[in-house]
């Protein structure tokens, strides 16, 4: 969702400080001061395999230089080769005056490595897919399906193929996570960054590192924007152009779905636009997960899609095309946007800012940005820890009495408790909302049960149990086709959740699909081995 870049370019420094070694000569040395300085550009510019073919240029011709070594090192980690970086590094240290910078890279890969050496590793055409395998594999096959759909539209949206294949990497805890992002824990669940775009590589946290997981296969195409981006223009687009294309374009991958502000960002903005509120683009620099605020975080977002659908409006694609078609070309990003758009920058910013205000954005009272915790839980958040989630003390009392009252089977005694705590909330808490519609459900209140879960699931879409509820409610009524659509929609969110496997299997079967059932029973055996 973010890219923080660290500075690499140190090496540079270094590089003129280069004392004379008796294995270069004084040509030799400046042949390989020039390489490894257009090389480092390359690296920033995220031109890997130009950087690459230097690498092992300069390694024919200057195998023993501590900076190729370096260099080759920092390449090495740009491709995944964690171990070739690692060797690399280790030789650049036998050098004094690139010895301290050799050690801090090594230790910064070397503790990357220790979670990656355990990775296996999943192939397509286009992608490198790894993940940890007693915990992650069931991402697998959902992932690569998701991100191949990705490669094609994305691609012919911002007219950009790679044709190398792309690294994708599954991080199973929250201290490897931070560690290759370069963010604190701080600032990921403040910010609620879950995913990173840097070097090189596509960087996912695990949906079984939050209770009921999170959007991730549209962060999977949210995060694969900002690598196709980066490539296309030579690592040039500031981070409001990168977040607003990536945030507009996160659900290409799915086929007939219109990119669509969620409902939470739409009441963020529409608070904005009455305070006069609002996050500029530049201190959304360097990153939006720099933000202090989670909802600071959220309404930059809001604000960017706004950019992006403002532009495309105006033009469509090929209107975003020309933009960073312009940038890659040498123009700022400035430049770029006012020539295809055809006023200067600030005509734009001003004329985006007067049609994002004209906008009838809807403010829902109550309604929250979701937090982001990075710690593995249980599979199946239970009635207990989804209490504990309800922020609002007379709330959760209430909703403590319909629990104990639905386990005895009073489900019409517990609806009355479940009403009082979502009157009392405050806040809409979708936790309330799915307690209510399940003991709407268990007391066959069928369209009470719906219309409760289709607010829940338009108000927050990101909650994979509205989507096991609703799944539930589709199969009692016989509905199966519709529990099968919602209930895989909840794999898109969080497939660890046993109880979606097992379901889907229930249904494959009433259906006599006895291949999808076997998929979904096997599935349901590595979560429960």
């Not at 669509?260 to 305070?275: G, H, M, N, R, T």
């Not at 909703?399 to 979502?422: M, N, Q």
Request: hydrophobic share 40%.
């Amino acid at each position: 969702m973010k890219r923080i870049f660290i500075t690499l370019l140190f090496i540079l420094t270094i590089l003129t400080s280069f004392k004379f070694k008796a294995f270069a000569q004084e040509e030799k040395f400046f042949d390989v001061v020039g390489e490894i300085t257009y090389g480092e550009e390359c690296l920033q510019a995220w031109q890997i395999e130009e950087a690459s073919a230097i690498a092992n240029r300069l390694l024919l011709t200057a195998p023993k230089n501590p900076y190729v070594s370096f260099f080759a090192g920092e390449v090495r980690f740009y491709e995944g080769n964690y171990e070739e970086s690692l060797s690399f590094f280790k030789e650049a240290q036998k050098d004094s005056d690139v010895a301290k910078d050799a050690r801090e890279f090594y230790s910064f890969v070397d503790k990357i490595y220790k979670t990656t050496s355990k990775f296996k590793e999943a192939k397509t055409e286009h992608f490198l897919f790894r993940y940890l395998e007693d915990k992650d594999a069931i991402l697998t096959d959902y992932a690569l399906d998701a991100l191949e759909r990705t490669y094609n539209a994305i691609g012919t949206d911002l007219n950009y193929f790679p044709k190398k294949p792309i690294l994708v990497e599954v991080f199973p805890d929250a201290e490897s996570f931070c560690t290759i992002s370069t963010l604190t824990k701080e600032e990921v669940e403040t910010s609620g960054t879950v995913a990173i775009c840097l070097f090189n590589r596509v960087i996912i946290t695990s949906p079984r590192l939050q209770p009921r997981g999170y959007q991730w296969l549209d962060t999977l195409a949210h995060e694969y924007v900002h690598y196709v981006i980066m490539k296309k223009t030579y690592n040039r687009v500031p981070i409001w152009m990168h977040e607003g294309i990536a945030k507009y374009e996160e659900k290409r991958w799915l086929e007939n779905t219109a990119p669509k502000l969620p409902v939470s960002l739409e009441s963020l903005l529409a608070e904005a636009i009455e305070k006069n509120y609002f996050i500029t683009f530049e201190q959304m620099h360097p990153s939006l997960a720099k933000l202090k605020k989670r909802e600071d975080t959220a309404l930059a977002f809001a604000e960017v899609f706004t950019v992006a659908d403002y532009i495309f409006k105006h033009g469509g694609h090929p209107l975003l095309v020309s933009i960073l078609d312009g940038i890659k070309d040498g123009k700022s990003s400035e430049d770029a946007l006012s020539s295809a758009m055809r006023v200067s920058f600030d005509e734009f910013e001003k004329n985006w800012m007067q049609d994002l205000k004209q906008k009838k954005f809807r403010k829902i009272h109550g309604i929250q940005v979701l937090p982001t915790r990075l710690r593995e839980s249980s599979t199946i958040v239970d009635d207990v820890e989804s209490v504990a989630e309800i922020e609002t003390k007379d709330a959760r009392k209430f909703a403590i009495l319909g629990d104990l009252l639905r386990r005895e089977g009073l489900h019409s005694a517990a609806i009355v408790e479940y009403e009082k705590a979502f009157s009392k909330a405050g806040n809409i808490f979708p936790q309330i909302q799915n307690k209510l519609a399940m003991a709407y459900i268990m007391d066959t209140q069928y369209s009470k049960a719906e219309e409760v879960l289709k607010l829940a699931l338009e108000y927050y879409p990101e909650y994979a149990t509205t989507y096991i509820s609703l799944g539930e409610l589709y199969q009692r009524k016989g509905e199966y086709d519709n529990a099968i659509n919602i209930l895989s929609q909840a794999n898109y969110i969080n497939p660890f959740n046993p109880i979606i496997h097992k379901n889907l299997a229930q249904l494959y079967n009433k259906l006599d699909k006895k291949e999808d059932a076997a998929v979904e029973l096997k599935r349901l055996v590595m979560l429960t081995k």
